[in-house]
């Protein structure tokens, strides 16, 4: 139980295009959902929280404009970056929070990430 | 806002000997402190937490100690294993920042055969 997927896995795309990234709860409904970002050899960098039906919330730092977070249902967040340049090439995971009330609501459950590369 | 410090940032033991990391925190305020293991190239797994209510809690051969009032927690792993090299992240959360997962650092392990 507790699996969450990204889609694509990896993707390659041109300077100035938008990309689209999925995170699914696969078994259970997230109410919650966090995007991070992880670049090589560094840790994971809270970028915002997305709440089902409500806007995200974006951590200190992070253009709302260019990481669009949509999380329009219990399973499923989508972040676009917009207008994507080359040092938005990073590793991009999500995480997925069980609904309250279903048992430890505090557990994150993280995706496998999606490495996006920007030339 | 929270910030967690991780150490040591790499570490290399026999195989068969124990590992231990250890983190610090900031904010009194956090209440749930997760470990996860992440592999090359693929997303962070959670392999034990433990909460503010709770002192020691142990998973087979892994085990993760809590120092409230320090601040402070460990994670032992025993009788490691080849497989059990990768990096390891300590993480601190708490109710009054929405859950927010704010990671440490992170440590490289590995196990020489």
């Known amino acids: 139980g507790a699996v969450v997927s990204q889609h694509p896995s990896w993707v390659i795309c041109k300077s100035g295009t938008s990309v689209k990234i999925e995170c699914r709860s696969l078994?259970?409904?997230?109410?919650?959902m966090f995007w991070y970002r992880q670049f090589p050899k560094q840790s994971l960098m809270l970028m915002a929280t997305?709440?089902?039906?409500?806007?995200?919330?974006?951590e200190q730092g992070v253009e709302k404009d260019k990481f669009l977070i949509n999380h329009a249902s219990l399973t499923l967040s989508t972040l676009t970056v917009t207008s994507a340049h080359p040092e938005d090439s990073s590793f991009y995971i999500c995480?997925?929070?069980?609904?309250?009330?279903?048992?430890?609501?505090?557990?994150?459950?993280f995706g496998p990430g999606t490495r996006l590369t920007v030339l | 806002g929270e910030n967690v410090e991780q150490h040591p940032s790499t570490l290399s033991v026999q195989e068969g000997d124990s590992a231990v990391i250890k983190c610090t925190y900031s904010d009194s305020a956090s209440n749930y402190f997760p470990w996860y293991k992440q592999e090359l190239g693929k997303g962070p797994q959670l392999i034990i937490d433990i909460r503010s209510n709770v002192g020691e809690k142990k998973d087979q051969r892994i085990a993760v100690t809590l120092n409230k009032t320090a601040k402070h927690f460990s994670l032992h792993i025993t009788e490691t294993q080849p497989e059990d090299s990768a990096v390891y992240f300590c993480?601190?959360?708490?109710?009054?920042?929405?859950?927010?997962?704010?990671f440490g650092p992170g440590t490289s392990l590995s196990v020489i055969p």
């Open positions: 995480s997925a929070r069980n609904r309250p009330g279903t048992g430890f609501s505090d557990t994150q459950y």
């Open positions: 997305s709440n089902e039906g409500s806007k995200a919330t974006y």
């Open positions: 078994d259970f409904q997230a109410t919650t």
């Open positions: 993480a601190a959360s708490a109710k009054a920042s929405y859950d927010k997962v704010i």
